[in-house]
Structures are given as structure tokens and as C-alpha cells.
């Protein structure tokens, strides 16, 4: 909520002399309200406009052309505010047609009158009332203020969300023009594959990142913790990076302490964690610069600084620089791309495992500096293995694929390319497949002839992969009730991953999918462990 200011709660009193005006202040100010008084009704009307909780007005200082002038005032008012105004009038049969005259103000709204004489505790009491109705007016215009940011940062997003997916679809669409052509030579058709490779692999980390943040807002981001070396952790996220800032001529330089201890964490969170800050140092930082990372024991806790010699941050942009959807610039001539995400998502995961992390800076052109701090948990036994690649890094190696010699295999999707990349996959590592893209022809090809594995997609009409497994299972195991499976979705949240199992598969692999995980998740399910 936006602080609340003072004028908010001041109470402006306009009486026919200036005198009674002070002694009216005199007496609010006694009873613990803020009251100024105003020479006239003009002074009155402007400084309504600026801010102010009510309004005091004795009848005697509203001839009718003050009467029109507050009358305008009032009628002014944005569409959150109804200024409270409290009348006081003459009281007897001399001041009836006054009391018409003034009828004109009640019209607006928010108008007490008061007959003289009134008691000061009545007075002071109908004050307080009006700056009660005052504040609330307040609260709901910081709200509808916080609601067309949020708008407004809601259509920066989609711009720029759109903005990031058309730019590598654009480079992957070019080169697939290209290399259909056929009159590339060998190293530019090689290049073609890179850049498409690189451009899917970007679209897919954006995918991951709104996953993320998806889970966050809705609390459903889990954590699988263990003692993780986080010494290791930090070593396994830099060696990801190390080809982008050798690419760049960014030197990355690490001082790491081995035996700093270890902490209680999910090691690709945490990995995740230090690949966005490592990715963001390079990413901001100019050729010929540098990044350093240093990590050690800092009293009860475990420190990872990420420093770098880029552009810095700018006083203004630094309170706001872990918020999600923020970016110092959302121009269309901004330098850097991205959606904003990396940050918000690294205070997420730092807070989630207990820890803290902070942003400095001296200013623009001056670096950065991002420190996350974990607490140690001792008592815990050395981790052996560090862990694998970054769940960030977009970067997942195919591996060698897996020998699926002789496997008979029913593949199940409804879009056509990916039943074709699926079959195409299985084929060259010697299965037999049959495809097709239906629930209805799977459950009828599974019950004729041997199969060995059902690989299946989720979101298909008509019957969903729930529903196939589930009738699938329901089946006596001579009409193929025990075929082992695997769920290969574009649903990849930790909820869709536990459906699915619960559901009957296996296995549940996210989209996208490289060959070697494909026939790594087929292997594994059917107990096959060697290379082609």
C-alpha cells in the first residue's frame, strides 16, 4: 500500500473570517486533527484537488459565486473520490432559503450538513467519520494505481513474450527455407543446423521459465532436497556457461573453497539458481570484461557472489530488479533480449531454500555485483557426485542412443510431425513401430500382436492419454493390460508428471524431447541398458 501522505488526513476549513477559521483549527487540533485554514474558497478548491481528507465550511462562506466555484470542484473529482464535505449552517427560518442554495452540494455526494449550534463533541466526531470514508477512497485508488501497472506491465510482457518467440522462430523458419533449397555447401548447412538447434533450444528455455513461474505464483514449485556440495553445484553451472562467455570474450574467473561445506537443497534449483545470474552477468557484460564468481563460508552460511564488469544498474531500476515481468528497458530499441523472468525466479528459488539473495550496484556502466546466501547445514556427510547439467541451461545433451533391436512399439500422437519424429527415432535405433493418431486405434493395435512399450501422447481429441492408459490397464494382460509405458507430453508441471504416473505410465517425458532421451526413457522401461 502506498504511504499514506499528509495532506491525505488534513481537514480544510473555510469560515467567512479568518479568525473563526484559527479557532476552528484550534479546537480540531485539540481533539487530534490535522487542520489548516484557507483564505477563500479558490484556495479551497486547488488545494482539494491536491490532496486533503475533508472539508469544514461554514454557510456564511459560500455566496453563491464561492457556491458554483466548490460546486465545479466537487463535480471534478476523479471516479475513486467522493470528497467529504461537512456544511455548517445558520440554523432558524433566516437561513431556509441558504440551506436550498447549498442543496446544490448534497447533489455531488459525499455532504454533511450540521445546524449550529453543535457541540464539539458531535463536530469532531462527523470528522473523524468523513476521514474514515476518506481513507478507503484513498486504498481503492492506490489500488486501481496498482492495477493499471500491473496492466500495464501485463501488455510489456505479452509484446515482449511475443517478440521472443518470433525472433528464433523466424531464424529457424529461414533456415529450413534455406536448407530445403539444396544450394547450401556443407559448412553453411551445418551452420543452418546449429542455428536452428540453438533457436529451438531458446524457445524452450522461455517455455521452462513461465513454467517456473507458473508454479511459483501457484505454490506448486516443488523441491526434491538433499546435502547438496554447493562448491560443486556452482562449478557444474559455470562449466555450462563457459562456451557462451569464451563466444562472447567474457573471462569467467572462479574462486571456489572445496571444503566449504554443505547445504540441505534440490541441486538443479539450485544449479538453475546460478546459471540465470552467471547468464545474466555475461549477457550485460561487453567483450574484453569480465565475470568473477567467488563462493565460500561466510559465518553460519554459505556465500556465491556473481560480480561482473558490465553496464551496471541504475539507482531507480535496483528495488525493482528481482520483480518479475520488470526490465530496465522494455524499448523496441533495448540492447538485450529476454522476458524478465531469470531474476524473479532466482529470488524464488534462493527464499525457497531458506536463503536470501541481493543486487548491487554503483550505477550505470559500473558492474554489478549478486549475492546468494544459504544457510549450512552441518552434521551432514560430504555429497559425492556434483550434479548434472542446469535445468536452465536449455542445454540438454542427446547422449548416445539407446539399442532398441527387435522391440516392437506402438507410438500414439495426434499431431503428424511428431508421430513422424517419434517413429523416425525409434526406427533408426531398430524398433518396429507402428504409429498412429488416435486413442481409439492404440487400444485397437495394442490388442493384436506383441508390443513391448506404448509411447503416448497426453493432449489428443476425444480421449486424452489419461483415458487411454486407464482403459488400457483395465485390460486382462493377454490383450496387452501390462504393457509398460511412457507419456511423452507438452504438459512438463510437477502436477502433470504425478497425473500421469498415478494415471498408469511408467514414465512421463517432457516436450521437447532430443533422441536420446527418447530412447533412454524406452530402454530404461524395458530394461534395455546398452548402445547401439
Keep these: 500500500m502506498t504511504t499514506p501522505d499528509r495532506r491525505d488526513e488534513q481537514i480544510?476549513?473555510?469560515?467567512?473570517?479568518?479568525?473563526?477559521?484559527?479557532?476552528?483549527?484550534?479546537?480540531?487540533?485539540?481533539?487530534?486533527?490535522?487542520?489548516?485554514?484557507?483564505?477563500?474558497?479558490?484556495?479551497?478548491?486547488?488545494?482539494?484537488?491536491?490532496?486533503?481528507?475533508?472539508?469544514?465550511?461554514?454557510?456564511?462562506?459560500?455566496?453563491p459565486p464561492a457556491l458554483r466555484c466548490l460546486v465545479d470542484a466537487m463535480g471534478g473529482q476523479p471516479a475513486w473520490s467522493d470528497f467529504p464535505l461537512v456544511v455548517l449552517t445558520g440554523g432558524g427560518e433566516a437561513t431556509?432559503?441558504?440551506?436550498?442554495?447549498?442543496?446544490?452540494?448534497?447533489?455531488?455526494?459525499?455532504?454533511?450538513?450540521?445546524?449550529?449550534?453543535?457541540?464539539?463533541?458531535?463536530?469532531?466526531?462527523?470528522?473523524?467519520?468523513?476521514?474514515?470514508?476518506?481513507?478507503?477512497?484513498?486504498?481503492?485508488?492506490?489500488?486501481?494505481?496498482?492495477?493499471?501497472?500491473?496492466?500495464?506491465?501485463?501488455?510489456?510482457?505479452?509484446?515482449?513474450?511475443?517478440?521472443e518467440l518470433r525472433t528464433p522462430l523466424s531464424a529457424v523458419l529461414g533456415w529450413t527455407h534455406l536448407l530445403r533449397g539444396g544450394s547450401l555447401d556443407a559448412a553453411a548447412r551445418e551452420r543452418g543446423l546449429e542455428v536452428i538447434e540453438r533457436n529451438a533450444r531458446a524457445?524452450?528455455?522461455?517455455?521452462?521459465?513461465?513454467?517456473?513461474?507458473?508454479?511459483?505464483?501457484?505454490?506448486?514449485?516443488?523441491?526434491?532436497?538433499?546435502?547438496v556440495d554447493l562448491?560443486?553445484?556452482?562449478?557444474?553451472?559455470?562449466?555450462?556457461?563457459?562456451?557462451?562467455?569464451?563466444?562472447?570474450?567474457?573471462?569467467?574467473?572462479?574462486?571456489?573453497?572445496?571444503?566449504?561445506?554443505?547445504v540441505l537443497g534440490d541441486p538443479g534449483r539450485l544449479q538453475q539458481v546460478f546459471w540465470n545470474l552467471l547468464s545474466n552477468a555475461i549477457r550485460f557484460t561487453p567483450r574484453d570484461g569480465e565475470v568473477e564468481v567467488r563462493a565460500g563460508r561466510v559465518e553460519s552460511h554459505l556465500e556465491v557472489r556473481v560480480r561482473d564488469t558490465g553496464q551496471g544498474i541504475s539507482a531507480d531500476f535496483l528495488p525493482y530488479v528481482f520483480e518479475r515481468f520488470r526490465?530496465?528497458?522494455?524499448?523496441?530499441?533495448?540492447?538485450?533480449?529476454?522476458?524478465?523472468?531469470?531474476?524473479?525466479?532466482?529470488?524464488?528459488?534462493?527464499?525457497?531454500?531458506?536463503?536470501?539473495?541481493?543486487?548491487?550496484?554503483?550505477?550505470?556502466?559500473?558492474?554489478?555485483?549478486?549475492?546468494?546466501?544459504?544457510?549450512?547445514?552441518?552434521?551432514?556427510?560430504?555429497?559425492?557426485?556434483?550434479?548434472?547439467?542446469?535445468?536452465?541451461?536449455?542445454?540438454a545433451v542427446s547422449g548416445d542412443l539407446r539399442s532398441l533391436d527387435g522391440l516392437q512399439l506402438v507410438v500414439v500422437d495426434d499431431e503428424a510431425d511428431a508421430r513422424d519424429y517419434l517413429s523416425t527415432v525409434f526406427t533408426q535405433c531398430g524398433a518396429e513401430v507402428r504409429a498412429v493418431a488416435s486413442a481409439a486405434e492404440a487400444l485397437a493395435v495394442?490388442?493384436?500382436?506383441?508390443?513391448?512399450?506404448?509411447?503416448?501422447?497426453?493432449?489428443?481429441?476425444?480421449?486424452?492419454?489419461?483415458?487411454?492408459?486407464?482403459?488400457?490397464?483395465?485390460?486382462?494382460?493377454?490383450?496387452?493390460?501390462?504393457?509398460?509405458?511412457?507419456?511423452?507430453?507438452?504438459?512438463?508441471?510437477?502436477?502433470?508428471?504425478?497425473?500421469?504416473l498415478a494415471a498408469g505410465y511408467q514414465r512421463h517425458v517432457s516436450k521437447p524431447v532430443t533422441p536420446g532421451e527418447l530412447t533412454a526413457a524406452v530402454a530404461e522401461l524395458v530394461g534395455r541398458d546398452r548402445a547401439p
Excluded: W
Design 446 to 500: 495394442l490388442q493384436v500382436g506383441r508390443t513391448d512399450a506404448l509411447v503416448s501422447d497426453i493432449g489428443m481429441p476425444d480421449e486424452d492419454g489419461y483415458k487411454l492408459i486407464r482403459r488400457l490397464r483395465s485390460l486382462p494382460p493377454e490383450r496387452g493390460g501390462r504393457v509398460p509405458a511412457v507419456a511423452v507430453t507438452a504438459y512438463a508441471r510437477a502436477e502433470d508428471r504425478e497425473r500421469a
Design 96 to 163: 431556509q432559503a441558504g440551506v436550498r442554495a447549498l442543496r446544490a452540494l448534497e447533489s455531488l455526494g459525499n455532504v454533511t450538513f450540521l445546524e449550529r449550534p453543535v457541540r464539539v463533541m458531535t463536530l469532531v466526531s462527523t470528522l473523524r467519520a468523513a476521514l474514515g470514508t476518506r481513507r478507503r477512497q484513498y486504498e481503492v485508488r492506490d489500488l486501481l494505481l496498482r492495477l493499471e501497472e500491473a496492466a500495464r506491465l501485463k501488455d510489456e510482457f505479452l509484446a515482449t513474450l511475443s517478440h
Design 12 to 63: 480544510l476549513v473555510l469560515a467567512p473570517t479568518g479568525r473563526d477559521a484559527a479557532l476552528a483549527c484550534t479546537a480540531l487540533g485539540r481533539a487530534g486533527l490535522a487542520a489548516e485554514a484557507c483564505d477563500d474558497v479558490a484556495e479551497l478548491c486547488r488545494r482539494l484537488g491536491s490532496g486533503a481528507g475533508a472539508a469544514l465550511v461554514t454557510e456564511e462562506a459560500l455566496p
Design 327 to 395: 526490465q530496465r528497458d522494455s524499448t523496441t530499441t533495448r540492447a538485450h533480449g529476454g522476458l524478465g523472468l531469470g531474476l524473479a525466479i532466482v529470488r524464488h528459488l534462493t527464499e525457497a531454500h531458506g536463503g536470501t539473495v541481493r543486487a548491487e550496484s554503483r550505477g550505470e556502466g559500473q558492474g554489478a555485483t549478486f549475492t546468494v546466501s544459504l544457510p549450512l547445514r552441518a552434521g551432514f556427510p560430504r555429497p559425492d557426485a556434483a550434479p548434472g547439467k542446469a535445468r536452465g541451461a536449455g542445454a
Design 231 to 262: 562448491g560443486a553445484v556452482v562449478e557444474a553451472a559455470m562449466d555450462t556457461v563457459q562456451p557462451a562467455a569464451e563466444a562472447k570474450g567474457v573471462r569467467l574467473l572462479r574462486v571456489v573453497d572445496a571444503s566449504a561445506g554443505a
Design 203 to 227: 524457445q524452450a528455455q522461455i517455455i521452462s521459465d513461465i513454467l517456473d513461474v507458473s508454479r511459483i505464483i501457484t505454490g506448486k514449485l516443488r523441491l526434491e532436497a538433499r546435502p
